[in-house]
């Protein structure tokens, strides 16, 4: 069945630098990727989605990239701010159905 | 906007007593999913709705969990008899037609002793 990845449980950045959070997928038929962020005490929270048919997407200092040749996805954060440190998950819907599947989650942690 | 709304926010009972979940998902969105988090699994999808229907009930774990959707504004989460191994953060999302993102409430920390 499909499976979803994080390469890195946790990921410690400087305040300001960029952040990637990266994400691998099993199902080469998945057309619709998410990312979540999740902070303590709270429901995961949308941040960007992108479908098949794209390799990227911006938003508000956030950049999403498709590779659907190695099957991996990849969350950019730029000037890492504290406000953005939570635990990150990428979720990608494999099938006809509307099912989400999450992968494990990395926690983003910046310092001061 | 009014976000996905789930009650309680904690619920703390004695292994055996039924326990219900509540959740009104965000006005307008024809689709509910209702996922249970854990440090051991992660999110697991438990079952979702479309327009009230119950559409796939695979990751229910067993009978005596059940969800019911009776209107477009409310859905319940049942665990009879609850069991220590139920212990988790269970979240409600809804979101609209097609391919279009969930969107989560704040979850209920379930806590059977």
């Known amino acids: 069945g499909e499976s979803v990845g994080l390469h890195l449980p946790t990921l410690s950045v400087q305040e300001g630098d960029n952040s990637i959070i990266n994400c691998a997928y099993s199902?080469?038929?998945?057309?619709?990727f998410i990312w979540y962020k999740q902070e303590s005490g709270k429901g995961p929270q949308f941040i960007i989605d992108i479908r098949s048919n794209m390799d990227k997407r911006q938003g508000q200092r956030v950049t999403v990239l498709l590779n659907k040749t190695v099957k991996h996805l990849s969350l950019q954060i730029a000037a890492t701010q504290p406000g953005d440190s939570a635990v990150y998950f990428c979720a990608v819907k494999g099938d006809s159905s509307y099912k989400l599947i999450f992968g494990s989650g990395t926690r983003l942690l910046v310092r001061p | 906007d009014a976000g996905v709304i789930q009650s309680p926010r904690h619920e703390v009972t004695e292994m055996g007593q039924e326990v219900t979940l509540r959740c009104k998902p965000i006005?307008?969105?024809?689709?509910l999913f209702w996922y249970r988090q854990t440090m051991m699994r992660g999110l697991e999808l438990l079952i979702y709705f479309n327009n009230n229907v119950p559409i796939d009930d695979s990751g229910m774990p067993e009978d005596r969990f059940s969800a019911k959707m009776p209107n477009a504004s409310f859905s319940t989460l049942k665990i009879q008899p609850s069991e220590p191994r139920d212990s988790a953060v269970y979240f409600c999302?809804?979101?609209?037609?097609?391919?279009?993102?969930?969107?989560f409430g704040d979850g209920t920390r379930l806590s059977i002793l």
């Open positions: 999302a809804s979101s609209l037609a097609g391919i279009q993102p969930q969107h």
């Open positions: 199902n080469s038929a998945s057309d619709y």
């Open positions: 006005s307008g969105h024809d689709y």
